[in-house]
């Protein structure tokens, strides 16, 4: 667990997570661990921790996790990223990436601010509180 992070009221965060700096994870909102999950082995015995392949959830600098989502281990949310509230996260988001619905889908792009950014140009997004310009390129976001 990074410095300076918030999680909120009734969150889940599962083994083995890793959770960088800055991480705002909201409430009730969840970090699974478990790809297969089942509370038995094919033979009908009840799973022990030796029965487990714990798999993580990587949540990078500043991104932050909106409130009653879940991000189904495997998966690494980028640095800056916002996932909406209620988004069910499946595969891995791109940094600075604004991913909403279930499954999760990337619906535009926010800053480090956490405001969605406006689009300045082809491939050019600014934001709206900071000022800070961002430059878009093989479906990935960069600070200019």
């Known amino acids: 667990m990074g410095s300076n992070v918030k999680i909120h009221t009734y969150a889940l965060v599962f083994e083995p997570a890793h959770i960088a700096d800055g991480v705002f994870i909201g409430p009730h909102a969840v970090l699974t661990n478990d790809v297969n999950p089942r509370a038995v082995t094919?033979?009908?015995?009840?799973?022990?921790?030796?029965?487990?392949?714990?798999?993580?959830?990587?949540i990078e600098e500043g991104a932050a996790i909106g409130a009653r989502s879940v991000c189904v281990a495997p998966v690494r949310v980028g640095r800056w990223a916002l996932v909406a509230a209620g988004a069910v996260v499946t595969a891995d988001v791109p940094p600075f990436a604004l991913v909403a619905g279930v499954p999760a889908r990337r619906i535009g792009?926010?800053?480090?601010?956490?405001?969605?950014?406006v689009a300045k140009g082809e491939n050019r997004f600014v934001c709206p509180e900071t000022g800070a310009e961002y430059e878009e390129?093989?479906?990935?976001?960069?600070e200019s």
């Open 42 to 58: 094919p033979d009908g015995r009840l799973k022990t921790n030796d029965d487990w392949d714990m798999v993580a959830v990587t």
């Open 109 to 117: 792009w926010v800053g480090r601010a956490g405001k969605r950014l």
């Open 137 to 142: 390129r093989d479906g990935q976001l960069s």
